[in-house]
């Protein structure tokens, strides 16, 4: 189709050809996040290769190299610190999830 203008695209197509073209892009996705993760991986694959390491010496992961984890470097947000949660809290989110009780 050509467009570049996504409200003249959208007029251009059938009901169907949106669905399809939603639905194909969930089996191949492509964009932002698509090109997001293929370029985390690469970086986290050369980092590791490179024996790039945190801090605390401990291996870098997906999210160090992840461009979420850059942008959130550059606006100064604290990433809150990670806690298992209880049993109690687990019974409590499936209970919500499930709309149970």
Same mark, same amino acid.
């Given at each position: 189709?050509?467009? !570049?203008?996504?409200? =003249? #695209?959208? @007029?251009?197509?059938?009901?169907?050809?949106?669905? +399809?073209? $939603?639905? *194909?892009?969930?089996? @191949?996705?492509?964009? *932002?996040? @698509?090109?997001?993760?293929? &370029?985390?991986?690469? $970086?986290?694959?050369?980092?590791? =290769?490179?024996?790039?390491?945190?801090?605390?010496?401990?291996?870098?992961?997906? *999210?160090?190299?992840?461009?979420?984890? @850059? $942008?959130?470097? &550059? #606006?100064?947000?604290?990433?809150?610190?990670?806690?298992?949660?209880?049993? +109690?809290?687990?019974? +409590? =989110?499936?209970?919500?999830?499930?709309? !149970?009780?």
């Amino acid at each position: 189709m050509g467009s !570049v203008d996504p409200d =003249a #695209l959208l @007029e251009q197509l059938t009901a169907r050809q949106w669905m +399809e073209w $939603r639905m *194909y892009s969930e089996i @191949e996705p492509w964009g *932002y996040p @698509e090109q997001d993760s293929q &370029n985390t991986f690469t $970086r986290l694959i050369q980092a590791q =290769a490179g024996g790039l390491t945190k801090k605390d010496k401990k291996a870098v992961d997906w *999210y160090d190299m992840s461009l979420k984890c @850059e $942008r959130e470097k &550059n #606006l100064g947000v604290q990433q809150k610190p990670s806690r298992r949660q209880t049993k +109690e809290e687990i019974a +409590e =989110a499936v209970k919500r999830f499930f709309g !149970v009780g």
